[in-house]
């Protein structure tokens, strides 16, 4: 049920992020899930590059660095779509609310689990987002 149909009032300011969050026919809207689909594009790049040895061994910190930034905006889109939806735990136990979660969760374990970094390849999943975003998913 979309934030427009749902007969509970929310407020305002979490309506307009939600039309932008989850709603990709307004100009907002578009531009966000084109910025996101670059970002998830990057961050694959990114980890794609980070698995080949010698690039590894030049650009590992950069690597690393952009990997931790997208890990830092993808849990801020994460937690931003908990909080503009009205039943967060539905969505975080949704396919997409778990995908977007596998797709952080990795990085962020690397700070306890010591090797985490391995299931950075995790984040291909997120890929998962560009169908849904273009509206592809009734083709798959």
Known sequence: MSAATDPTPMAPWRTRMYEVIFEADTPAGKLFDVVLIWLI????????????????????????????????????EYVLRL?????????????????????ILPTWLSLVIPGGQALLSVRALRLLRVFRVLKLGHHV
Do not use: K, N
Request: hydrophobic residues 55%; aromatic residues 14%; proline residues 5%.
């Open 83 to 103: 909080i503009c939806v009205r039943r967060p735990a539905r969505y975080a136990a949704s396919f997409f609310g778990v995908v977007d979660l596998l797709a």
């Open 41 to 76: 594009i990057a961050s694959v790049l990114a980890v794609m590059l980070e698995s080949v040895q010698p690039l590894r061994a030049q650009y590992g910190p950069f690597l690393r660095g952009g990997e931790w930034a997208f890990t830092l905006l993808f849990s801020v």
